[in-house]
């Protein structure tokens, strides 16, 4: 039997959000049922920061990763209870 009261799931942020978006919380409980309302969330709480993640199709932008449970998804996929979420941002050097 599924829950009838949503329950959050734990998102962690990059750090390079830090300098972008003052006061951020790396670590944060959010309701959401899918990626996109996870984002619309986070968008709520730091305006601007949608753009960050997504693009204007909107997809999650090309150098943003999104793991559920260690699986990369799409702005589409659907979050269970409890679920870990981490975003990140792609790292290049030589």
Do not use: Q, Y
Not at 46 to 53: A, E, H, K, V
């Amino acid at each position: 039997m599924r829950d009838a009261l949503p329950r959050p799931v734990c998102v962690r942020l990059p750090a390079l959000f830090d300098a972008l978006f003052p006061g951020v919380e790396r670590r944060l409980e959010v309701e959401a049922a899918t990626v996109a309302e996870l984002v619309d969330a986070l968008e709520a709480r730091w305006p601007g920061m949608r753009d960050r993640i997504c693009d204007s199709r909107p997809e999650i932008r090309k150098h943003i990763n999104v793991f559920v449970d260690g699986r990369r998804v799409r702005l589409d996929a659907a979050l269970a209870p409890g679920a870990d979420v981490f975003i990140l941002t792609a790292i290049s050097g030589g």
